[in-house]
Each structure stands twice: as C-alpha cells, then as structure tokens.
C-alpha cells in the first residue's frame, strides 16, 4: 500500500513538472501553468505601475494591497512546486538537494518574487522588486523560438565583442577629448557648466549620444565650432556599435538558416530511404 502511495505522489510530482518546467513541455510554446504564471507576473508590474499614481493609489488602499496579497500567494504557491518538482533531478532530491536548489540563481528570483509583500508590511519600498518579477518572464520563454532568439542575439554579441570594445573604447576617448577641450574654451564664461571636466562631461554625453537636452550650450564661437565637431561625430559615433551588431546579427541568422536547411535535407533523405 505504501508503495502505491509513493508511485501516485512520484506521478503527480512528474506532472506538475511537466507543467512547470519549459523544457519538458510537450507542445509549442509554454505550459498552461505557466501562460498564467506569466500573465500574472505582467498583471503584478502593471499593478505596480499604476500603484505609483497617486491620483490612483489614494483611496484604493486596499484593493491594490488584496491585488498583491492574492499575486504574492499565487507566486508562493508555485515556489513551493518548484521546489517539490526539484526532486526529479537527481542532484537535488533529498532535504539537501532541495536546499542546494533553493540556492540557484532561478530559484532564488521565484524567492524575490514573494518579497515586495514583506518589505510593504515591514514599511519599505517595495516597487523595484515588483518590477523585478518581469525577469522571471525571460526563464519562462526560454523555449522554442524565444530560445533560439536569444541565443542569436547572445551569439551575435560573442562575435562581435572585441569590435563593440574598440567601439566603446573610441566613444571614451571622444568624450574625454570633447569634455577637455569645452572645459579650456568654456570654463571662464560658464563655470556653472563647463568650470571643471567632469562637468563638462554632462554636456558630451548628451551631444555624442545626439540626445541635446539644451540645458548646457557653448557661448564662444570657437566652443559652438567644437559642439558642432562633436554632434556630428555623436552621429558616427551611434552608427558604428549599430552597423556592427546589425551585421552580426544577420550573419546569425544566415547560419542558422543554413543549419536548418542542412537539417531539412537530412530528415527529407533519412525518409526517402526509410
């Protein structure tokens, strides 16, 4: 009888695995539980978002603290699972397997996510760590075509890393050198905004990202000469890391179709000769 009980609950433990974890879901896209689990964690950060307006916040109290309440238990609920469910690995069967699991970088995201709740009761600031539960998105979408689109972007970034570190390496010397030279034109007539180089170095960055706030702007006509230089090299500046991981990115998924169609003619032989 006892072993009936034990191959009913390590059944039940499989299923709910099934359901939890992605990558033992047996059709396209995600699990049922799970397409709720992320739905509620969007619901959860839109309701986080909202609960930041006061005009919104004030004299709903306790709706938005029932809506975090009821998420907190849902997240707490599925925590639970996932640490019952950790078992059908064999290194984390056991008390300790399972504390070694509580440990890992996924779990202990399930285990933030239970935590605004607290740090509301205990008077603090919860928002942030709210906004944090929308990273539990990316490990539920590590599946299928969410799978393969990061891995090409994650390969696409690999190949490219040392020419994206000579990009970022040029864009400091830019702004050093434009922030140094505005700092010698400027600093007498602005020192407000130009009267030291880390000063002067609010200024670059708004130009060579071709962001212009327009807070800060050179009055000589030899430092307006010097901002015009620098704008028009912010624009390079941007095009470059651009051009680079636009190329990458296309010579990924230019391998990626050659793979797939290599992989296609292999299955089309295999059946013909079946």
Not at 2 to 8: L, N, R, V, W, Y
Not at 21 to 47: D, F, M, Q, T, Y
Request: glycine share 8%.
């Amino acid at each position: 009888m006892m072993e009936t009980g034990d191959a009913s609950v390590e059944r039940a433990r499989t299923r709910v695995y099934r359901m939890l974890e992605p990558s033992c879901w047996h059709a396209k896209g995600l699990s049922p539980v799970n397409r709720i689990i992320a739905g509620a964690i969007v619901l959860a950060a839109a309701a986080a978002v909202l609960e930041s307006e006061p005009k919104v916040r004030v004299g709903h109290e306790r709706l938005f603290l029932g809506v975090e309440i009821a998420f907190t238990t849902l997240f707490f609920v599925e925590y639970c699972a996932r640490i019952w469910i950790a078992g059908e690995h064999a290194r984390y069967r056991g008390f300790w397997g399972r504390l070694s699991y509580a440990l890992t970088p996924a779990a202990l995201v399930d285990l933030l996510a239970l935590s605004p709740l607290l740090f509301g009761v205990l008077g603090g600031e919860p928002f942030l760590l709210r906004l944090f539960r929308l990273l539990r998105i990316l490990r539920l979408a590590r599946l299928g075509r969410f799978s393969r689109a990061f891995d090409a972007i994650l390969n696409a970034l690999r190949s490219r890393r040392y020419e994206l570190l000579v990009s970022a390496g040029i864009a400091g010397l830019l702004l050093l050198v434009s922030s140094t030279l505005l700092y010698m034109v400027e600093a007498a007539g602005q020192p407000e905004a130009f009267g030291s180089i880390p000063r002067a170095m609010w200024w670059s960055i708004a130009t060579l990202t071709t962001v212009g706030y327009g807070d800060v702007a050179p009055q000589t006509a030899l430092g307006q000469v010097l901002a015009g230089i620098t704008a028009i090299t912010g624009i390079g500046l941007i095009a470059m890391p651009t051009g680079i991981l636009a190329a990458a990115f296309s010579d990924a998924i230019q391998a990626r179709r050659r793979q797939s169609a290599v992989s296609d003619e292999g299955r089309e032989e295999r059946e013909r000769l079946s």
